[in-house]
């Protein structure tokens, strides 16, 4: 009796190699064949470049929330003063502040003062954000203290005020000029209240990577800001960072709790969180929409294995005369359809690597091309198109294909396998 040979034998897959070299004059499979594989290659390129642009985006978005700002902020609910105005300033911030740097996960609290104020330097203005912070706290904030860019030295933070780098830009400022911070609510007299004027040496310069913190914050030592802002003694809010940002919420009942009955918890989830909601609905729909067209790229290997199919219909009646048995046929043009996809997944595992990897070249390359001008930080937020290139998406791009390529070939694989060998040559 003769023994019945494995599946995907040595013969099934030298069948389906021929198969897949076909010449034109055999019928122009093989165009088919390339068709089908760029397709599935530049299907695979674009949803891995998509996908490391947009964990690339997250990414940097995220780190430049936490990297320049506190992760939770601590507020006073305020009281009504005398005067019928709401004072929400902290006046205990300094036991306050204590009490909270004893939760288990919080690594830093720092007491500020916040305004908003008007920056001048000769005949050029600019309205920015007033940070009053101690310099000691001011060198753990990390996209401050270790920008992107800096120029100065932020140990001369307490002899001078520290601001960004778009700040610098639009008031024309460098390290070593003087600019004036002109507040509304300065000296209260008989009169009411005068603007407050103050000028500061500019002794740092950052960039922390986000168009609207370079463009609108500066930093004033903590006292200093006190003086300006008239809060002797106070603080208007604590600002803290933890160790798990990403598990700030199971923090927050603690934090209140020793903060105190008149406070509230601001974090950076609810100050972003719903940008990175809309974030998330445009991944999901943007993987969505890719993995459609990677199905359609997927479907021309149905058209290049229908027509082999059609072409090759004498050789499969003279296959099954011969004892190829159904199985073998199947798996013969299931083998010349999941190696098609298998190629191009590959390809354009390759390509979308590869621009993950130098997309700042590519960039810069389309962005001289056309001109200039392609990405507006004060639109986007940040400075540059960012990518991040991570296993877990290259895998569900594969996956996906691969998973689809298969599963598309398995149809006219399976009309081969059934095709009858005296049909097929009852007219040869």
């Not at 920015?128 to 996209?143: F, H, M, S």
């Not at 401050?144 to 700040?167: K, N, Q």
């Amino acid at each position: 009796m003769a023994k019945t040979p494995a599946p995907f034998a040595a013969f099934e897959w030298m069948i389906a190699w021929r198969y897949l070299r076909a010449r034109r004059a055999e019928g122009g499979v093989s165009v088919m064949t390339w068709i089908s594989l760029l397709g599935i290659t530049l299907a695979v390129f674009a949803l891995i470049a998509t996908l490391a642009v947009r964990s690339g985006f997250r990414a940097e978005f995220v780190d430049t929330i936490l990297g320049a700002n506190a992760h939770v902020t601590v507020y006073n609910l305020g009281e009504v003063s005398q005067s019928g105005r709401i004072d929400r300033t902290i006046p205990d911030y300094a036991e306050m502040a204590a009490r909270v740097a004893q939760v288990p996960g919080v690594t830093r609290v720092a007491p500020l003062v916040r305004g908003q104020v008007m920056a001048n330097m000769r005949d050029r203005n600019a309205g920015i954000a007033i940070y009053g912070i101690a310099a000691q706290d001011l060198k753990t904030i990390p996209r401050i203290a270790s920008p992107e860019a800096a120029r100065g030295d932020i140990a001369d933070f307490e002899r001078g005020i520290a601001i960004g780098s778009g700040v610098a830009q639009e008031l024309g400022a460098d390290i070593g000029d003087t600019i004036k911070i002109i507040s509304p609510n300065g000296v209260k007299t008989a009169f009411g209240t005068s603007p407050r004027v103050n000028a500061y040496e500019v002794v740092y310069i950052f960039t922390a990577g986000r168009y609207d913190i370079d463009r609108t914050r500066a930093y004033l030592p903590f006292a200093e800001a006190q003086t300006f802002f008239n809060r002797e003694g106070v603080a208007d809010e604590l600002e803290i960072m933890v160790e798990d940002p990403d598990a700030v919420d199971e923090l927050t009942p603690s934090l209140l709790q020793v903060a105190g009955e008149r406070s509230q918890i601001w974090t950076w989830r609810d100050a972003s969180g719903s940008f990175l909601r809309a974030l998330e609905v445009e991944d999901n729909v943007m993987f969505i929409i890719l993995s459609i067209l990677v199905l359609i790229a997927a479907m021309n290997i149905v058209s290049g294995l229908i027509m082999l199919v059609k072409n090759k219909g004498r050789d499969i009646g003279i296959l099954r005369t011969m004892g190829l048995t159904e199985g073998s046929v199947l798996r013969v043009f299931f083998i010349c359809g999941a190696f098609t996809g298998l190629i191009g997944t590959v390809a354009g595992v390759v390509l979308g690597c590869l621009f993950a990897l130098y997309i700042d070249p590519i960039f810069a390359f389309v962005n001289m091309a056309m001109g200039g001008g392609v990405w507006d930080p004060s639109i986007r937020g940040i400075y540059a198109l960012p990518a991040q290139l991570r296993l877990e998406d290259v895998l569900s791009a594969v996956a996906l294909s691969l998973g689809l390529s298969f599963v598309v070939t398995i149809f006219p694989a399976r009309r081969a396998a059934r095709m009858n060998p005296v049909e097929a040559l009852r007219y040869e």
